[in-house]
């Protein structure tokens, strides 16, 4: 590594997304040096179900690692790495570290019946109130309970599970720990104690004994191994420190820290999310409302989202253009007018592979209604609900007034979406113009592990802003949206 008169330390981060891993490094500014990303080795077990297969997931973080440091002057300049990754999907490991079975995808709703069941036993309310989460199946907790229940003989060998970034970074440094933003996100921590509920594990049948220590990201594990520097081209004396939730690390990167801001990540989900000082006393029991724990400091959030907010943009394009043809028919809906010709969307379509129970939908069809109008009304379906679900938040949070919406993701260099979420709105959007956001957040974090910055809010203050404004036009969407509110109150 650099002296203190050479080059400043290097920091990577990787992100387990669940289209894509991604690999990229970053110096201390935030200015991106090198990225490299591999397609998520996904495979689908029954109709309904999705799932990766560990090692195989490991492999796709270390080639992609590989390929980014592999492109560096010197990798000796990374001085720290950090893992961001995708909630709700873990994996049970034995003693030694071996998964005793397959990593079951965030959005598989295989362990219904267990998350029924949990219900029944501690109470919808009293969950919501001990976790910040609406009950839901897809937890973390769900998915252990639904493994012990039907994979009883590989159970018996589990001795810690782990979040999926937590998995990555036991891989690099051979440190078993998970950060509170992912913890959060298993449905067993205690929101405001910050430690694991004895009730909602005593409820569940797990032992606490199961679940890995607790730290705050960006806490260093270890540096990395040299299997691991072998692997992934690291330098072995890089620290490895504790990533977090995909798009809470995110939120790091694009400064959305305290509150008066306010984050948009637009993926394969898309997640609106307010920074907190502390977790709200109460909510409303909105059932897409949930609360959590912040990668920076001791701060909390609240956030909503739309399980497939980019999917069905992906899905509406494969669907009526193909790969091919994508950008033209982009072109074709910016033409169309606002308020789709009286098309109108209900933004539920279930992840990639996985019926889920819901159905989103497509009403106002007639026989001159063109490929271009459709995929304008699904985008203004989602802009209209994303744009009501910040509203809750900020209601709820107790807001003077709406905050700055920062936008990153895939879905933030979709020009069209944007201009119609701003007009949506009424209000500007700032669009990040790092292509890796979470990437970036977790890079920081890798940072403030191996001593660069002394916290996490330091390290995002100190970010070469490149925030670019989208203004909304003067389009008139209280009509469409009307339209889009009373189909989602019956579809959505």
């Known amino acids: 590594m650099g002296d203190a008169g050479g080059p400043r330390p290097l920091l990577a981060g990787v992100d387990v997304g669940t289209t894509s891993v991604k690999a990229a490094v970053f110096d201390p500014a935030g200015r991106p040096v090198a990225s490299a990303a591999v397609p998520t080795p996904t495979r689908s077990s029954a109709p309904g179900r999705a799932e990766y297969d560990p090692e195989a997931l490991w492999q796709a973080a270390a080639t992609a690692l590989r390929r980014a440091v592999g492109s560096l002057p010197d990798a000796d300049d990374v001085a720290g790495v950090a893992v961001a990754s995708m909630a709700e999907a873990g994996v049970a490991i034995d003693r030694d570290g ?51 229940e039907n994979a009883p003989e590989p159970f018996a060998r589990a001795h810690t599970w782990l979040n999926v970034a937590d998995y990555i970074a036991y891989r690099l440094s051979d440190e078993r720990a998970t950060d509170f933003s992912l913890a959060t996100r298993t449905g067993a921590l205690d929101l405001r104690a910050r430690r694991w509920s004895g009730e909602v594990l005593d409820a569940a049948g797990i032992p606490v004994s199961l679940f890995p220590t607790l730290v705050a990201s960006g806490t260093a594990l270890g540096r990395v191994t040299s299997q691991a520097a072998d692997e992934t081209g690291l330098p072995p004396h890089t620290v ?13 990167a694009a400064g959305v820290v305290d509150p008066g801001r306010a984050l948009d990540s637009i993926g394969t989900a898309e997640s609106l999310l307010l920074p907190l000082a502390a977790p709200l006393a109460t909510d409303d029991g909105t059932p897409r409302f949930s609360q959590g724990i912040h990668v920076a400091g001791d701060r909390s959030y609240a956030a909503a989202g739309i399980h497939a907010g980019g999917a069905s943009i992906d899905w509406v394009l494969r669907l009526l253009a193909g790969a091919e043809d994508a950008d033209a028919l982009l072109s074709e809906a910016a033409a169309v007018p606002a308020g789709a010709r009286g ?17 989103g939908a497509l009403i106002g069809l007639t026989p001159d209604i063109d490929r271009a109008t459709v995929v304008r009304a699904v985008m203004e379906g989602l802009a209209v609900v994303a ?23 895939g879905g933030a260099r979709n020009a069209l979406l944007l201009s119609i979420k701003a007009a949506v ?38 970010i070469e802003m490149d925030l670019r404004e989208v203004a909304p036009d003067a389009a008139d969407y209280d009509a469409p949206a009307r339209r889009v509110r009373a189909l989602r109150d019956l579809f959505g």
């Not at 071996?98 to 598989?108: F, M, S």
């Not at 009293?126 to 973390?140: N, S």
Request: charged fraction near 15%; hydrophobic fraction near 50%.
């Open 98 to 148: 071996v998964p005793v079975a397959p990593i079951v995808a965030w959005y598989d709703r295989r362990s219904a019946a267990q998350g029924h069941r949990l219900v029944a036993a501690v109470g919808a309310e009293r969950l919501r109130a001990l976790t910040g989460l609406p009950p839901q199946p897809i937890y973390g907790i769900c998915k252990i309970m639904w493994l012990a």
């Open 240 to 252: 490895v420190g504790a990533g977090g939730h995909d798009h809470i690390c995110g939120s790091l």
């Open 343 to 359: 098309v109108v969307f209900a933004p539920h379509v279930g992840a990639p592979g996985v019926v889920d129970g819901k159905a």
């Open 387 to 409: 744009n009501d679900l910040l509203d809750r938040l900020v209601e709820q949070a107790a807001l003077a007034s709406r905050p700055e919406v920062r936008v990153i993701g």
């Open 425 to 462: 709105a009424g209000r500007p959007l700032h669009r990040l113009q790092v292509r890796e956001a979470t990437s970036l957040g977790a890079a920081l974090l890798g940072g403030v592990a191996a001593g660069t910055f002394p916290d996490a809010t330091t390290a995002a203050a100190g």
